[in-house]
């Protein structure tokens, strides 16, 4: 389990510059890339939020 926190502890310690990245195995994609998902992306967002207790809107 400790190997698999660790590229999150990385964007946390050192966030991308920009408002919206995406992420996935390999590294880093843009959000312009094909293979990035915006509805996969908000369900995460309000996911995230929940889990947070700020809200469920918009969960599936």
């Known amino acids: ?3 698999g926190i660790e590229p999150i502890i990385a ?3 050192s ?3 920009e ?3 995406a992420f996935t195995p390999s590294g880093r994609i843009s959000v312009d890339d094909p293979s990035f ?3 996969v992306a908000a369900r ?3 996911l995230t939020r ?3 207790g700020q809200g469920s809107a918009g969960v599936r």
């Open 44 to 46: 995460i967002e309000a």
């Open 1 to 3: 389990m400790e190997r």
């Open 50 to 52: 929940k889990i947070l």
């Open 19 to 21: 408002p919206l990245s």
């Open 15 to 17: 966030p991308p510059a």
């Open 11 to 13: 964007r946390v310690d």
């Open 37 to 39: 998902a915006p509805d």
